[in-house]
């Protein structure tokens, strides 16, 4: 029994030396689990970066709604061509037509207006000013009507189509999404018919938007994105040579070498709010 109470008291010694006294109640109120996040949730804000752009936090946002394979396959391109560009898995959000798991990319959730609604916020509670944004969105495009308080009666807007029987998303609400954000940079880049639309919508200061079309233009097949996320691995497309291949470049290249846009097919649109070259990786 002396024995015990000598090795109590040196354990207590050794513990008080270090800083770490005992805490008689850490067994009985251990601390509790966070809870399950929702689709979108991801890590508090960290620290702001440096001025420094190489320094800078990038972000993704990948929508799909439809769930053709053509679309999956434009998905799974883009998520490894931002991984290959540095983007962090935990910093790309995915939302497609079937909202499961996918063996190509690590989908969020399906992408309705109630998901894309949460990653929006999700994205507005963890970016800043310093950050890097990357959108993208593919699926079938089309126009509609709509009425708009404050914007003179009915407007002709391009949409994204979405899931089951929800109202297609469009171009004005897509653009007010991303305007509450705070970022440093923004490329945009739409591939769905009629996707000029969007484009022009979102298009603004410290951004570059590009589509595969005008706004009153379908995009045939899938061959702008295809040809366009490709180039940024072909020395080809680096067109001053410098090692590395822009976002401007990548998209110059693809006006010559897509086949559908070569063709006259598809007229692909950029809007360049920002002087310097921007680069993904």
């Known amino acids: ?45 960290e620290a702001a970066p440096s001025d420094s752009f190489s320094s800078a936090r990038k972000f993704a946002f990948l929508i799909s709604g439809n769930t053709e394979e053509r679309h999956e396959k434009n998905l799974a391109l883009v998520y490894k061509t931002l991984l290959w560009c540095g983007f962090g898995k935990e910093n790309i959000y995915i939302l497609d037509g079937e909202g499961r798991k996918n063996s190509r990319y690590a989908v969020d959730g399906r992408a309705n207006r109630k998901n894309i609604r949460a990653v929006f916020t999700d994205l507005q509670r963890r970016m800043n000013d310093g950050d890097f944004l990357f959108i993208y969105t593919t699926d079938h495009g089309g126009r509609d ?96 040579k410098d090692g590395r291949v822009s976002v401007r470049e990548a998209f110059l290249y693809t006006l010559k070498n897509d086949r559908n846009t070569v063709k006259g097919k598809q007229t692909p649109q950029i809007f360049q709010g920002i002087e310097s070259e921007v680069f993904l990786k």
């Not at 399950?36 to 508090?44: A, D, F, M, T």
């Not at 391009?158 to 970022?183: M, N």
């Open 1 to 45: 029994m002396f024995a015990r109470k000598i090795a109590i008291v040196l354990l207590a010694f050794v513990l008080l030396a270090c800083g770490q006294a005992p805490d008689p109640k850490a067994k009985l109120n251990p601390k509790p689990k966070p809870p399950e996040s929702s689709v979108g949730l991801r890590p508090e804000k």
């Open 145 to 240: 009507m709509r009425t708009f308080p404050g914007r003179g009666g009915l407007i002709k807007v391009s949409t994204l189509s979405l899931p089951g029987s929800e109202k297609d998303l469009d171009e004005i609400e897509f653009a007010e999404y991303v305007d509450r954000l705070k970022f440093r940079i923004g490329v945009f880049v739409f591939d769905q018919c009629l996707s000029g639309g969007f484009a022009e919508r979102a298009a603004g200061r410290n951004r570059i938007t590009i589509s595969a079309c005008k706004r009153d233009e379908d995009s045939d097949d899938n061959t702008f994105p295809q040809t366009f996320f490709k180039s940024f691995r072909l020395k080809a497309a680096d067109l001053n």
